[in-house]
C-alpha cells in the first residue's frame, strides 16, 4: 500500500488593502469597521482587483518555482454560506495565476500543482449559546490557495514540506504565516490504495496536520485489511479526541457551479513586470543556508536553525560584521540566544548586535569566563541593562593575579582530600569537580583555565 | 403648468430666462404625479420632500448667478435596480424590501454633479426580468397612451414616467432589450450604450456581462445629452472602456442602412413590418444613402443564447440576498430553511424561474452542453454583426415584433413573452450600441418603435442618424 498525501494550503496575503475593496487588510480589531459595501455583498456593488496582492502572488510562485500565466482568469465559485456575503467566491478555476512549481525537502521535492488568487470569507465566531455571530473585517481579504500534487508519501513529509513553504513565504514577506491567527491553513487528501480518498479539514496547526494524517493513514489501512472499501469523503479532524470523523460523503460534495467572472477582465501580466518581481525576490532559506555552511564553514543543523527565520539569520550575520568568529558566534545564537526567544523574535530581545559580539569576543579572549557570560546575557535581557556595560564590571572585579587563586586553591585541595587522592591514583577525571569547588569559591570571577592551571601545579607539588 | 414636458435644453432656458424656478417645476411635477400615477403606477417611491428641497438649493444658484450643471433643474427618473444613497432599493422585489442603499452609483453621481433632481425611483420587472412590468411585487405598470396595455418592461415603469410627462428624463437597464421595448411600446427614445461605455457600480446586477444603463428621453437630443453625462471609465468597475467620449461628427456621411428582410418575414406584425419599410426607403432616397438587404441568421438562436447566459449569470448575481445581511429574512429551524424559506418567498415566479434555469445551464456535467455553447453561439452572433458591419454602417429592426399588448395577456405564457425580445437581446450579447427610436403608432393607437444598431463605440454616428430620421419621422408623421 502507497501513501499518497496532496497539500491545497490558504495563505492570507498581508497587503496594505483586501483583495476587492479600499477596505484595510488587518487582523482582528472591532467585529465589522474595515468593512464597505463591495466586501459586504451589497447590491450593486463591483469588484477592483489589487495590483498588490497580484505581484504578491506572482512573487510567491516566481519562489515556488511555478510558471507565471501571463493570462488567467477569475472565476465565480458558488455556494450558499452566511460567510460568503456576495453567495460566491471570487476564485480561479481553470487558469491560475501560477502552474507547477516545486518545493525542495530532504527526501526529494514536493510538486506543486497550482497557485490561485482569491478572496478570504468572513470569520464566523460561534457563542456559549448557540449562536453564530460574523466578523467582516476578515472577509475579503487577499488569499493565495497552493495546490499540491499527491505526492507526499508521509506526514512527516508533509510537515517538512509547509515548514519550508511557510519559511520561504515568510522570507517573501507576503505574508506572516500565522497559523495561529489562520494566516496559514492547511487542507490534505490522503489516500492509501489506488481506490478512494478522503479529504481532511480542519488541520489547524502543524502538530494537527501531523497526528491528523497518521492518524487517517492507520485508519484506511484498517479499513482495507477488513476487505472493506475506502469511501470518498471529507472527514474533519478533531483535536480533542484525537480523531477523524466523516463531515460529508460523497454524494453531498456540493456542485459550485463554476463560471468565469463577469464583473471582471482577464488577469493580463507584462513580461516586464514578471522580470521586476524575479529580480525583488529575496535569497531564499535553503539559497542562504547553503551559503551559510560554504562560507562560515557552519554545520548542516547549525545553519539550518540559524536560517529559520530570516530575521535570525540576518541578526547571525550583523553580528559576524562585528566580530567574525561564525562557529563562535553560531554557538551563542544557538544555544544561549535562542533559549529566550523564539527565532522570528530574537530581534524583540532588544540586543544590539554589536553587543552580542563583544559578549562573545571577551568570552573567546578569556576576559570573561562562558559563564559569567551567560550571567550578563541573562541580566541584560532581565534588566534591560546594555551588555557592555555589564562586561566592563565584570572585567573589573575579575581576579587576574595567582595570589589570591592559589590560596582558594589550597583550601579546596585541603577540603576534598579524598578526592586529591582519587587523583593522585589515576583518576585524573576529578580535575574538573576541583575546578569547580576552587570557582564556587572565587564565586566564578576566575578564568577556569587559569584555575586549571593552578591546581595542576599544586597537585604535581603534592604527589 | 404646461412647460412640464420640455425636452432638458428648453427647461434649462427657461430657468436662466426667469420664468419659473426649479423649486416650482418640481412641486407642479410632484402634484400631477400624485394626482395621475395612481392610474399608471410608474414610480415606486417619489422623493418629494428631498426634490423639492434639493430644487429650492438650485433656485438659489439661479438667484446668485452661480456656475449650473447642464442638467440644472432637470427631474430625473431612476429605475429602482439603481442605488440612490439612503432611499430603498426593492428592485421590485419582495427580497429587498426595506433595503437603503448605503451609496450612490456611479451614474447617479454623475447627474447630481450636473445638478439634476432625482425626482423618485420607478417601478420594473423584478430585478430586470420581464418584458411588460408584470413581474413586480409594486404592481404592474400601465402604458400611459392606452389604458390596460402593458409599457414593455422591464424599465416599464422609467418608460412610463417619460411618456405621462413625470419627469424629463429617466434612467433603465437593459439587459435583453429593457430600455429599448418599453420605450418603443410608451412613443418614446431609448438607448442602450455599448456594453463598457456605463458604469454599472450602483446597478443591482441581473446579468453583469450584459446589462448596461441607458437613458429614456422624450428625444434623441436628450438622450444624447443623458449618455454623454453617465458614459465614461469608472475606477469602480473594471469592464469600463478607457476611451475618449464619443462625439456627433459634423460632417456629412453617406450612411450605408442594413435591413434584415427576411428575419421581418416571420413573427412581425404587419403594421410594423410595413411602417419600418416605408420609413426606411423614403428616408434613403430623401438623404441619398445607401439601403441594403443584409442577412442575420444567427438572430434565431439568440433567445434561447441570451436565457442560458443571463439566467447562469443571474442565479449567481441574485445568491446574495440570502436574508442574512440585509433586506427580507424569513426565520427558519436551521440554516437551510432560513434561506429555502426567504428565497422561495422573497423571489417572484419569473425570478425563480430563471435562477432555477441558470443554476440548472451551470452544473457540473451540463455546464459545457448548455453555457459553454452558448458563450460560443455568442460569440457567432457577434462575428456576423461584425461581419454586417463591414458592408454597412447601421443594422434596422423594429424593436419589438409587436406593440404593447393588453395587460394579462402573455404573463401566462413565458415563452410567447420571452419572443418579444427577439431584436433585442442580440445587441446585448454582442455589447453593441442600439437605440430605439418612436416612428408613429398603429391603426389602434399604439407606438411603433424602431431600432438602430451599431459598431460598439460608434454612438457618434449612431446619434446623428437618430436625429436625422427622429427629424424625418416627426416632419411626416407629427409627433
Not at chain 1, 472591532?30 to 482587483?49: D, F, H, Y
Not at chain 2, 453583469?208 to 468597475?237: H, L
Request: glycine share 8%; net charge neutral; hydrophobic share 35%.
Amino acid at each position: 500500500m502507497e501513501t499518497k498525501i496532496g497539500l491545497e494550503i490558504h495563505v492570507e496575503l498581508s497587503t496594505e488593502t483586501k483583495m476587492f475593496c479600499p477596505c484595510k487588510n488587518e487582523y482582528g480589531g472591532e467585529p465589522n469597521t474595515r468593512i464597505c459595501p463591495v466586501c459586504m455583498g451589497e447590491p450593486g456593488i463591483l469588484p477592483s482587483p489589487n495590483f498588490e496582492a497580484v505581484k504578491k502572488a506572482v512573487k510567491v510562485g516566481i519562489a515556488l518555482n511555478s510558471k507565471i500565466n501571463r493570462f488567467s482568469i477569475f472565476t465565480r465559485k458558488n455556494y450558499f454560506y452566511p460567510d460568503l456575503p456576495k453567495g460566491y467566491q471570487i476564485t480561479q478555476y481553470g487558469t491560475s495565476i501560477a502552474e507547477g512549481g516545486s518545493v525542495n525537502i530532504k527526501s526529494g521535492s514536493v510538486y506543486l500543482e497550482r497557485i490561485n488568487i482569491e478572496e478570504e470569507t468572513a470569520k464566523s465566531i460561534y457563542t456559549e449559546n448557540g449562536e453564530v455571530l460574523l466578523d467582516f473585517n476578515r472577509c475579503g481579504i487577499p488569499l493565495l490557495e497552493i495546490v499540491t500534487l499527491p505526492c507526499i508519501k508521509s506526514p512527516e513529509e508533509a510537515v517538512e514540506f509547509l515548514k519550508e513553504l511557510r519559511r520561504i513565504i515568510r522570507y517573501l514577506g507576503v505574508s506572516e504565516c500565522d497559523m495561529e491567527k489562520g494566516m496559514f491553513r492547511v487542507d490534505s487528501n490522503v489516500s492509501v490504495s489506488k481506490e478512494g480518498r478522503a479529504e481532511l479539514k480542519n488541520l489547524n496547526s502543524l502538530k494537527a496536520v501531523y497526528e491528523g494524517l497518521l492518524y487517517e493513514i492507520k485508519r484506511q489501512k484498517e479499513v482495507i485489511e477488513k476487505g472493506e472499501k475506502i469511501r470518498r469523503e471529507t472527514r474533519l479532524w478533531d483535536e480533542f479526541k484525537k480523531e477523524t470523523r466523516v463531515m460529508r460523503v460523497k454524494e453531498e460534495e456540493l456542485d459550485y457551479r463554476y463560471f468565469p467572472e463577469p464583473d471582471l477582465p482577464p488577469l493580463e501580466l507584462s513580461t516586464e513586470l514578471i522580470e521586476k518581481i524575479k529580480k525583488e525576490i529575496p535569497e531564499l532559506p535553503y539559497q542562504k543556508k547553503q551559503r551559510f555552511v560554504k562560507l562560515y564553514f557552519l554545520d548542516e543543523k547549525d545553519a539550518e536553525i540559524l536560517v529559520s527565520e530570516k530575521e535570525l539569520a540576518d541578526y547571525f550575520e550583523e553580528i559576524l560584521k562585528f566580530y567574525k568568529n561564525p562557529e563562535d558566534v553560531s554557538s551563542w545564537v544557538i544555544t544561549e540566544l535562542l533559549a529566550y526567544t523564539e527565532p522570528e523574535n530574537t530581534r524583540k530581545l532588544g540586543l544590539s548586535a554589536s553587543e552580542i559580539a563583544q559578549l562573545v569576543k571577551s568570552v573567546n579572549e578569556n576576559k570573561i569566563t562562558r559563564n559569567i557570560g551567560k550571567e550578563i546575557l541573562k541580566r541584560s535581557i532581565s534588566e534591560k541593562i546594555p551588555i557592555s556595560e555589564l562586561i566592563k564590571k565584570e572585567e573589573k572585579s575579575i581576579i587576574k593575579g595567582d595570589d589570591i587563586i592559589e590560596s582558594a586553591v589550597k583550601e579546596v585541595i585541603e577540603e576534598n582530600p579524598d578526592v586529591v587522592e582519587k587523583y593522585i591514583k589515576g583518576k585524573k577525571g576529578v580535575l574538573g569537580f576541583l575546578i569547580g569547588q576552587t570557582m564556587k569559591k572565587l564565586k566564578g570571577r576566575a578564568d577556569p583555565k587559569q584555575v586549571g592551571k593552578l591546581i595542576l601545579k599544586k597537585l604535581e607539588k603534592n604527589s | 403648468m404646461k412647460e412640464l414636458n420640455l425636452p432638458v435644453h428648453l427647461l434649462i432656458e427657461k430657468y436662466k430666462k426667469g420664468d419659473f424656478l426649479p423649486s416650482q417645476l418640481i412641486e407642479s411635477l410632484i402634484k400631477k404625479i400624485k394626482e395621475k400615477d395612481k392610474h399608471i403606477n410608474s414610480f415606486i417611491k417619489v422623493f418629494e420632500n428631498q426634490a423639492i428641497e434639493r430644487a429650492k438649493i438650485l433656485d438659489k444658484k439661479i438667484k446668485n448667478k452661480e456656475k449650473t450643471g447642464s442638467l440644472f433643474g432637470v427631474p430625473v427618473a431612476i429605475k429602482d435596480n439603481i442605488l440612490v444613497k439612503d432611499a430603498e432599493t426593492t428592485c421590485a422585489s419582495k427580497i429587498l424590501k426595506g433595503y437603503i442603499a448605503t451609496y450612490n452609483a456611479t451614474v447617479v453621481e454623475k447627474l447630481l454633479l450636473e445638478d439634476a433632481i432625482i425626482i423618485g425611483k420607478t417601478n420594473m420587472d423584478e430585478f430586470g426580468m420581464g418584458s411588460s412590468n408584470e413581474f413586480s411585487s409594486s404592481g404592474p405598470v400601465h402604458n400611459p397612451l392606452k389604458k390596460g396595455y402593458v409599457p414593455g418592461g422591464s424599465s416599464g415603469g422609467s418608460a412610463a414616467a417619460i411618456a405621462a410627462g413625470f419627469a424629463t428624463c429617466a434612467l433603465g437597464s437593459d439587459t435583453g432589450g429593457s430600455v429599448r421595448q418599453p420605450a418603443a411600446f410608451c412613443g418614446v427614445v431609448g438607448f442602450k450604450p455599448t456594453y463598457g461605455r456605463v458604469s454599472r457600480y450602483g446597478l443591482v446586477a441581473f446579468a453583469s456581462s450584459c446589462d448596461q444603463i441607458g437613458p429614456i428621453t422624450i428625444n434623441v437630443m436628450d438622450s444624447w445629452t443623458i449618455f454623454r453625462i453617465i458614459a465614461g471609465f469608472d475606477e469602480k468597475d473594471k469592464t469600463t472602456f478607457d476611451v475618449p467620449a464619443p462625439e456627433i461628427p459634423e460632417e456629412e456621411i453617406k450612411f450605408r442602412i442594413g435591413f434584415p428582410e427576411k428575419l421581418l418575414e416571420q413573427g412581425v406584425e404587419e403594421e410594423i413590418k410595413a411602417r419600418l419599410d416605408e420609413i426606411l426607403r423614403e428616408f434613403v432616397k430623401s438623404k441619398n444613402y445607401e439601403l441594403k438587404n443584409i442577412e442575420m441568421r444567427s438572430f434565431r438562436y439568440a433567445i434561447p443564447v441570451y436565457h442560458i447566459i443571463t439566467g447562469a449569470e443571474a442565479s449567481s448575481n441574485l445568491a446574495r440576498f440570502d436574508g442574512i445581511r440585509y433586506g427580507l429574512r424569513l426565520e427558519g429551524k436551521y440554516l437551510e430553511e432560513v434561506y429555502k424559506k426567504t428565497r422561495g418567498y422573497g423571489f417572484g415566479e419569473e425570478v425563480l424561474r430563471r435562477i432555477i434555469m441558470g443554476g440548472f445551464a451551470l452544473r457540473s456535467g451540463y455546464y459545457e452542453e448548455y453555457y459553454i455553447k452558448a458563450q460560443k453561439a455568442r460569440s457567432m452572433i457577434l462575428e456576423e454583426f461584425m461581419d454586417n458591419f463591414e458592408k454597412v454602417d447601421f443594422i434596422i429592426t423594429p424593436t419589438s415584433p409587436f406593440p404593447a399588448f393588453k395587460i394579462g395577456e402573455k404573463v401566462e405564457d413565458p415563452i410567447k413573452l420571452y419572443l418579444s425580445d427577439i431584436f433585442t437581446v442580440s445587441a446585448n450579447l454582442s455589447g453593441i450600441p442600439a437605440i430605439s427610436i418612436p416612428c408613429g403608432k398603429t391603426g389602434e393607437g399604439l407606438p411603433i418603435g424602431m431600432q438602430i444598431m451599431a459598431k460598439p463605440l460608434d454612438e457618434g454616428r449612431l446619434f446623428k442618424l437618430s436625429l436625422q430620421l427622429e427629424d424625418f419621422i416627426k416632419q411626416r408623421y407629427g409627433n
